[in-house]
């Protein structure tokens, strides 16, 4: 089975730069999106197509993609980011989601 | 504004079948197709399929082959989800999302648009 591989925590002071990897041979050429979900929400879409911004998304949210590893920043983290963030990528026959980063602001 | 209003909280008995639907609204129904998704508590998301609009393709994910039905009803812009054989590990919250993919699956297709979702139980 294919897998991504995400760090399990990441923590970032109020105004710094957060950045969230999502890793695996899966990856390889195909495309990475990047999902926040808050406690009791559903999840929400915030990098597509690696390194895209749906409409009403911040500038904040970036993403980029290197071979086997995309990543997603966030300059100047805010305390409502706070959130579990998970990678996505798919091919023809099969999503695979990372196993989530949860993202503290301290 | 586009919605994704899935059906309210069941509780199955081990064995029994649960039917989830979605209903949209806001947008286009037949030009974009749907994903399921599953989170058991405290855990992550677990992709189950995608189906196109009018129901004429669908693609499940591997573990759940045999056991999940996907289909929609283009007339009330509905889609529905059938788990059957339900295990306790089937308890979750289930979601439908809106996916770029609408013939067949693309690789550059996220979703965009999610349902607020629906618990399923199942307990003895």
Known sequence: ????????????????????????????????CWYQQKPGQSPLLVIYQDNKRPSGIPERFSGSRSGNTATLTISGTQAMDEADYYCQARDSSTVVFGGGTKLTVL | QVQLVQSGAEVKKPGASVKV?????????????????????????????????????TKYAQKLQGRVTMTTDTSTSTTYMELRGLKSDDTAVYY???????VVPAASSPF?????G???TVSS
């Open chain 2, 96 to 102: 439908c999302a809106r996916d770029w993919s609408e």
């Open chain 2, 21 to 57: 639907s979605c209903k949209a609204s806001g947008y286009t129904f037949s030009t974009y197709g749907f994903s399921w998704v599953r989170q058991a508590p405290g855990q992550g998301l677990e992709w189950m399929g995608w189906i196109s609009a009018y129901s004429v393709n």
């Open chain 1, 1 to 32: 089975s294919y897998e991504l591989t995400q760090p399990p925590s990441v923590s970032v002071s109020p105004g710094q730069t957060a950045t969230i990897t999502c890793s695996g041979d899966y990856l390889g050429d195909k495309y990475a």
């Open chain 2, 118 to 120: 629906t618990l399923v």
């Open chain 2, 112 to 116: 965009d648009y999610w349902g607020q």
